[in-house]
């Protein structure tokens, strides 16, 4: 029994730890470390300063991402690495430029387009997951603690982006001066990543 309680609470004790390390693991994917990510959510946040409509898109790519990272560390679906970093880098720059002509709308095929990329961005963040071996016991919390820091992480880009934008977006010159020829260098750093990885594979 005595042997029973201490093999229970050493489990627990490195459950504990698995958690908080990899929440941290999952945050930092985003921010600061991914940029690519970091570039997405920000070509998400630039179609319309609506909440519900940021919101709306930020549930699907959620759903998304999350989806493909359980599937992915089951083992059940498998993408190239190589593949998916460049379909990454493409749905960057499709949703910068589709920004350029949707007029603060929300058009029918976009949430389409933003659960399609989840779909991918969540193979990217299980081969980032993926890289660090796990005890079969800690798979399920690590998995859960990662997902939750990757949707800190995202939260914090969008509060980081609504403080500064906040400062400006009432003045006549903002879609002009700041929130357009933004999508326009989302969508060209997008499309270099993209040439720089087909380039590097």
């Known amino acids: 029994m005595t042997r029973l309680l201490t093999g229970s609470l050493l489990v627990l004790a490195a459950t504990g730890a ?11 994917h985003v921010f600061p470390d991914g940029a690519d990510h970091v570039l997405f959510i920000m070509g998400l946040f630039f179609l319309s300063r609506n909440l519900p409509v940021l919101l709306f898109q930020m549930t699907l ?14 083992e059940l679906i498998s993408l190239p690495v190589g593949f998916v970093e460049i379909a990454i880098a493409l749905s960057i720059t499709f949703v910068a430029v589709e ?8 058009r029918a095929w976009r949430p389409w387009v933003v659960f ?26 690590a998995l859960f603690s990662f997902n939750l820091g990757i949707e800190f992480g995202q939260l ?7 403080g500064v934008a906040a400062l400006v977006w009432n003045r006549r ?17 997008g499309l270099f990543m993209a040439v720089q990885r087909i380039a590097g594979s």
């Open 173 to 189: 010159w903002y879609a002009a001066v700041v929130e357009r020829p933004a999508c326009v260098v989302i969508a060209v750093i």
């Open 61 to 74: 790519f959620t759903i998304a991402h999350s989806l493909t990272l359980g599937l992915a560390l089951y």
């Open 18 to 28: 698995v958690i908080p390390r990899y929440f941290a693991s999952g945050f930092t």
């Open 156 to 162: 914090a880009v969008l509060a980081i982006a609504y």
């Open 116 to 141: 399609g990329s989840g779909l991918i961005h969540g193979m990217g963040f299980a081969h980032s997951f993926a890289g660090t071996p796990l005890p079969r016991q800690d798979f399920l919390p």
């Open 99 to 106: 920004n350029l002509f949707a007029g603060n709308r929300l």
